[in-house]
């Protein structure tokens, strides 16, 4: 499962730093659409718990200008004048019967005066909205006994049903199919109950679609910017990675990158482009110093090969002659090594089942035992050259240690097999991994014949991975050592 989920995951610098962006950013843009539309709650529930406390307010306002005045005529005198001192200060006409826009008020239900609670037993209670009423009523100088606040339909209430049976205006509204929001306040003195009703006003169409649209909107733009943003900080630096992997298999040829994206990005890759600069010199220099000694030792080498020629003795003559060849063998081994990647021969299509064959009857016609089934045909991009002494130093390695060498090619899902088994000793477990180092040999003393200068499998190995391949080295089950080149396909 876990495997699973981390294939699924970005490798790329680029894809995971979006990734973490991505989720940052929805997650925040989601608390902040949740934070918006609670919001908007709020908001909605203050204007309705502010126009229940303002019909309480001016219900009480009517009952005590009521208490003021016990002649009806009075009243109705005193509310015009306070209708027309509003009306003045509006900017509408002075007086109700001046000529002028004339403003219909809209009708809506009434407050409620009772004895009891008329909605004691409905409902639960919105213990939210009283307090919130509670407050309100306070800040207006309202003191009130128990407020109880609850939410029904219209038609579940007889008050409201009574009242649009009677009043037209309230039926053309349709009163009767909406949400109301009421509540009954207790008068302070205990005298009875006032009971004020609000209409919830009808959420818009498609409900928090607009919002989820804004938040998906914004949150697109972000993510857009961010990777314009990024793409442009990791595509030098991919670049850079490309051409670093390009140099160490080609570090003779030198590509100056073109310094882009952020200024830490430009300083990284000048640096790189002087380091590719200083190293490929570095090299070149190798080169002429190798050639140089390879030169100078050689000629002494072969000159000191004709001399010999005058030394009577013909068994010391055999083995001045044979140092002389393993000089000049470990020479030719270290110069080789030296060289790999440097100014070799290109790539080409090669079929490895010939390949192996011609190099098994090489050791064939020098009557050593070594063998080679019915190898499939595998055709793989590589240095012929190269790869022919890779697998010589193998064989030659299995045939001297293990006596035999049994060459086989095989081919998996994601690489192709070089083989070569013997039925030597092996190699003790602990030692496997410091045979591939230079200079180092199986057979402890300087006998070519025995052991060689311990170059052979250092040479196949760097062989192999010039080719973007490892060199593998493992006891058998069975007894014996196998040796094996893993090529990419």
């Known amino acids: 499962?876990?495997?699973?989920?981390?294939?699924?995951?970005?490798?790329?610098?680029?894809?995971?730093?979006?990734?973490?962006?991505?989720?940052?950013?929805?997650?925040?843009?989601?608390?902040?659409?949740?934070?918006?539309?609670?919001?908007?709650?709020?908001?909605?529930?203050?204007?309705?718990?502010?126009?229940?406390?303002?019909?309480?307010?001016?219900?009480?306002?009517?009952?005590?200008?009521?208490?003021?005045?016990?002649?009806?005529?009075?009243?109705?005198?005193?509310?015009?004048?306070?209708?027309?001192?509003?009306?003045?200060?509006?900017?509408?006409?002075?007086?109700?019967?001046?000529?002028?826009?004339?403003?219909?008020?809209?009708?809506?239900?009434?407050?409620?005066?009772?004895?009891?609670?008329?909605?004691?037993?409905?409902?639960?209670?919105?213990?939210?909205?009283?307090?919130?009423?509670?407050?309100?009523?306070?800040?207006?100088?309202?003191?009130?006994?128990?407020?109880?606040?609850?939410?029904?339909?219209?038609?579940?209430?007889?008050?409201?049903?009574?009242?649009?049976?009677?009043?037209?205006?309230?039926?053309?509204?349709?009163?009767?199919?909406?949400?109301?929001?009421?509540?009954?306040?207790?008068?302070?003195?205990?005298?009875?109950?006032?009971?004020?009703?609000?209409?919830?006003?009808?959420?818009?169409?498609?409900?928090?679609?607009?919002?989820?649209?804004?938040?998906?909107?914004?949150?697109?733009?972000?993510?857009?910017?961010?990777?314009?943003?990024?793409?442009?900080?990791?595509?030098?630096?991919?670049?850079?990675?490309?051409?670093?992997?390009?140099?160490?298999?080609?570090?003779?040829?030198?590509?100056?990158?073109?310094?882009?994206?952020?200024?830490?990005?430009r300083r990284l890759i000048a640096a790189h482009n002087a380091m590719e600069a200083r190293i490929a010199a570095l090299l070149d220099e190798k080169d002429v110093m190798l050639g140089a000694i390879g030169h100078d030792l050689k000629t002494p080498l072969a000159a000191l090969r004709v001399r010999i020629e005058s030394v009577p003795d013909d068994m010391q003559r055999e083995r001045m002659a044979a140092s002389i060849e393993d000089i000049t063998r470990t020479l030719d081994d270290i110069l080789s090594l030296a060289r790999i990647g440097r100014n070799g021969p290109a790539a080409e299509a090669i079929d490895l089942s010939a390949l192996a064959i011609g190099v098994v009857e090489e050791f064939e016609d020098l009557g050593q035992p070594v063998t080679i089934g019915d190898p499939p045909r595998l055709v793989a991009s590589v240095q012929e050259t190269w790869l022919k002494r890779a697998l010589r130093n193998l064989i030659a390695n299995a045939v001297r240690y293990g006596k035999t060498a049994e060459v086989s090619l095989l081919e998996t899902e994601d690489a192709i097999l070089l083989r070569v088994d013997d039925t030597g000793p092996g190699i003790p477990e602990d030692q496997i991994a410091d045979m591939l180092e230079p200079f180092t040999r199986g057979e402890a003393s300087r006998n070519r014949a025995t052991g060689g200068a311990g170059l052979g499998l250092t040479l196949a190995r760097a062989i192999v991975e010039q080719h973007g391949g490892t060199l593998v080295l493992e006891n058998r089950n069975e007894g014996g050592l196998r040796a094996e080149i893993r090529l990419p396909r």
């Open 1 to 265: 499962m876990i495997r699973s989920v981390k294939r699924l995951l970005p490798s790329s610098l680029l894809g995971q730093v979006m990734l973490v962006l991505v989720i940052g950013l929805l997650v925040a843009q989601s608390i902040s659409a949740v934070l918006l539309y609670r919001a908007s709650e709020q908001r909605r529930e203050a204007a309705l718990v502010s126009g229940l406390a303002l019909q309480v307010v001016n219900a009480l306002d009517r009952e005590e200008l009521r208490g003021r005045f016990s002649d009806q005529s009075d009243l109705r005198a005193q509310l015009r004048d306070t209708a027309s001192q509003a009306r003045r200060r509006a900017g509408m006409p002075g007086r109700l019967g001046d000529r002028g826009p004339r403003l219909r008020r809209r009708r809506g239900v009434p407050i409620q005066r009772s004895a009891e609670n008329p909605i004691i037993a409905d409902g639960r209670r919105l213990e939210r909205f009283e307090a919130s009423l509670r407050e309100l009523l306070v800040e207006q100088g309202v003191a009130a006994g128990d407020i109880h606040v609850t939410r029904r339909r219209a038609d579940d209430d007889p008050f409201v049903v009574a009242l649009v049976a009677e009043e037209p205006e309230l039926r053309a509204a349709r009163w009767q199919d909406r949400i109301v929001l009421t509540a009954a306040i207790e008068r302070e003195d205990a005298s009875g109950w006032l009971t004020a009703r609000l209409p919830e006003p009808r959420r818009p169409a498609g409900g928090p679609t607009p919002l989820i649209l804004q938040t998906l909107m914004i949150f697109a733009v972000l993510v857009l910017m961010l990777y314009l943003v990024l793409r442009r900080i990791t595509r030098p630096l991919a670049l850079l990675t490309e051409r670093v992997s390009d140099f160490s298999r080609q570090p003779d040829r030198v590509v100056r990158l073109e310094e882009s994206g952020p200024a830490d990005t």
